[in-house]
DNA sequence: GTGGTCGTAACACTAATCGTTACGACTCAC
DNA sequence: GTGAGTCGTAACGATTAGTGTTACGACCAC
């Protein structure tokens, strides 16, 4: 490629968060700059990836409602929310399907009392400490990120 | 701490934590009702799973001084410490490595303005969040997470 | 029509975890 | 000492998720 400029639950601390967020920001500075639309092809190039990554993770940002996408000749994405109203917390709904810590694979003794009250104790634990991880990431809208990314100096 | 700059980071929401955390119940338990040591052949049972996987994890907490365990007959698994000095951070940081959040596997195009400043920005983002759930980690202890599991009603 | 782009299936590759077997190392009871 | 029981760990296969890539149909501006 050329070189452009619970029962069960995975996370999988992967880059998907990171390169969602890479095409948001990107796709909001194109726009900026006085473009209508992004193309797959333009975004890969600036994340270092492939473009079919791209639409891929693109696509569940549609489904999520945060980004527009046409087809055919001059075609390509576009922002359906301003960066100012999408926050992280949207784009981890969008992109990371399952809870941050699963449960045993399989049943754990149910005779045992450690097994039998294990499950619901973690539940409970987890879900509080998955609460305060939805705020924060709320905390942060698109925009922010921009900001950030362009507030880093260039040496 | 976490550390962000690697080219990939997996952490993977498995049941890493879930499992640890049972079998650091399990043993406090065995232990409080006059037993010495356990066999990860017992905590094994308990969690329905394979006596090695309860092995290999235990290791990773007796390297964080969270276990002891003594080999030869009648040997077996004791804790380091009192249930309720260890929290659910220190479980964490002694079996799940990487960070929470992953960067792009290839660097960005250092050329494009959002590929030069999206590192640094998300890193410093990433890093607040991955405080505060820490900080979260660091409110429970084992002693918690064992009231929690005797407190689940038996039907 | 033609060309450019999305939409998506298909496949190979990588990485992490888990389950399992096997076996050596160790230590207690005798 | 000897034997039995347990840990310590290597090795391997299976499973899962994500990524990168190719391919090709669908769609649309012109």
């Not at 600036?46 to 087809?71: D, F, K, Q, Y």
């Not at 390509?76 to 699963?102: C, K, M």
Request: hydrophobic fraction near 45%.
């Amino acid at each position: 490629m050329a070189c452009y400029g619970r029962e069960e639950g995975f996370v999988s601390a992967n880059s998907r968060l990171t390169i969602a967020a890479h095409a948001l920001a990107w796709i909001g500075l194109y726009q900026r700059r006085g473009h209508d639309v992004a193309t797959s092809e333009q975004i890969a190039g600036s994340a270092n990836t492939n473009p079919v990554v791209i639409r891929r993770l693109l696509g569940e940002l549609r489904r999520a409602g945060l980004v527009e996408s046409r087809r055919g000749a001059g075609a390509g994405w576009a922002l359906a929310r301003e960066l100012e109203s999408i926050t992280l917390l949207d784009v981890y709904d969008a992109v990371e399907p399952g809870p941050l810590f699963a449960m045993h694979r399989a049943t754990p003794d149910q005779e045992c009392v450690v097994g039998y009250g294990i499950r619901p104790a973690m539940q409970g634990i987890y879900g509080g400490i998955e609460e305060t991880l939805r705020a924060e990431l709320a905390r942060v809208t698109m925009q922010d990120v921009l900001q950030d990314v362009l507030a880093v100096p260039r040496q």
